[in-house]
């Protein structure tokens, strides 16, 4: 089943992959991906709903004119999910996961527990300051996609610092003792510096949804 | 009916308009002066617009300038976007001029603007000659006084109301008025401004709904913000810009200001740039004393 929400003029697809009374599993996919039509067979044991979003851009989701994506912005997909859910506990893949951080972080009331998994866009452009360059995007490919997203997203910066202010947001401000659990492989500067904070802990996808599918 | 045309000393409606397709963004393109006189590029700051230049653009361009200028997306004329950010913006001034300005040109810039081209000269430096920034030159910002765990608080409801903002976006429209009150509205901004250039600048950057008149901004945009872009970046970049510069700078302190100050930004100027202070000015300055702010340009063009 597939919910239309609206964040600003962007119409975003939340699909239900699984219905459950349960407080909801929301999974969030990679840069260029589009979510799953099946709830993936390593989630079976999760007792809630489970559900998935299309970020803009992608999927199902609006893609709009001339570009101007941020994680932030995609932050704010995240939630008007969490909005429809009333909080969720979020796994990201990749970008994904980044965004998850920027919401675990803005929303920590809502968002009961994060797991930062391996995927498409978990780098995006590094933590410093590059060499300006103004992106020409090649539109003529498939879409969705946006190809607008696909370049703008894959060279956002992600300062350490600016990492770990949400993972601190998150980790005073939720309530919980690990409100961030590290579950990837590939380690760029901001997941480095997460992997750092207090209340973030580095264990398997079944081992950290075990830990917060018992949490009130 | 069509309402009549504003009028203030001084200020005179470009002489030509066109629109620029970005990617299927309209954005709207103004130019003063003679249509084949050589163009030099002049970019509003943020939460403004390309008709605040009414009386300082035709001031260049009767120095022999053609004057080019734009609405940046949701603002002015431009059209309103589903997403902003600061690298479309950077893209849509690329296809204005590619559109507009087709051998290296003089570049000026207001705020906002100014930290837009200074980016973009550096991207592209072949196609600028000269750099004005009107309070447009970074400052390194101190952080507050305050304890981790207080800036951590600070910071969550920050990002918290620009969500609350974000949920609200699709249903937010400008509060209308007269258009008198409109131009005090205005007057929070550019306090030292007479009242008749703020009707005239109310005039020009509003539309006339069934109910009030409404400035053109996009209501989904919203002022201040969090973000990982960092001031220092652009400031560690200063020594070495690829042209000559001149930055301008006021001296009354105001909400929209940079903070940005002679011995602030003197240490990181390149060689041979100039940096001039404009007394008893704020953030607009040409806005404030356009005859003053001109007047240094064309020195600094002609040098």
Redo the contacts between chains.
Sequence with gaps: MKHTL?????ELALHELVSGTGRPLLLLHGLGERSPTAAPAELADWPGGVFALDF?GHGDS?V???????A??L??DV??AL?FLGGATVVGRGLGAYVGLLAA????EQVRGLVVRDGPGLVGGGG??I???????D?SGPVPPDP?ALV?LSR????RD?AA?FA??AT??SGLPRPISVAALERPEWLAALTEEIGVEQRPLADALRDYATLD | MQDPEPSYPGARAPDREFRVD????GIAVYEWGEADAPPLLLAHGGFDFARTFDVFAPLLAEAGWRVVSWDH?GHGLS?H?????W??D???L?EVIDARIPAPCPAIGHSKGGGMLM??I???PHRFTKFVAIDGLPSKRPHPDVA??ER??L??KE??A??DH??R??ELVRKPGTVEELAQRRKRMNPRLSDEWLLYLARVGARRDPDGWRWRIDP?LRFGG?????AE?SL??LPGFPVPLLGLLGTEREPMDWGTTRASVEPYLPAGAELHVVEGTGHFIHIEQPQQAAKRVLDFLAS
């Excluded at chain 1, 709009?64 to 941020?70: L, Q």
């Excluded at chain 1, 972080?105 to 920590?108: A, D, E, S």
């Excluded at chain 1, 060499?131 to 995007?137: E, G, Q, Y």
């Excluded at chain 2, 976007?81 to 950010?85: A, G, I, P």
């Design positions: 609206r964040h600003s003029r962007v803009t609006t709009p004119r001339g570009g101007g994506y941020t932030e912005i932050m704010g939630d008007a909005g972080g803005g929303r920590p410093g300051s060499s300006p360059h103004i992106a020409r995007v539109s607008f703008e956002d910066l992600r300062p600016y202010s601190r947001q005073q401000l | 970005a990617a299927g963004v997306r059209d976007t589903e997403l902003y950010s690298d479309a950077l893209r849509d690329l980016q973009f550096h991207a592209l981790e765990h951590t608080r910071l969550g990002i918290s620009w969500l974000r949920r976006a699709a989904a969090f973000g990982p872009w960092r970046w560690q970049r």
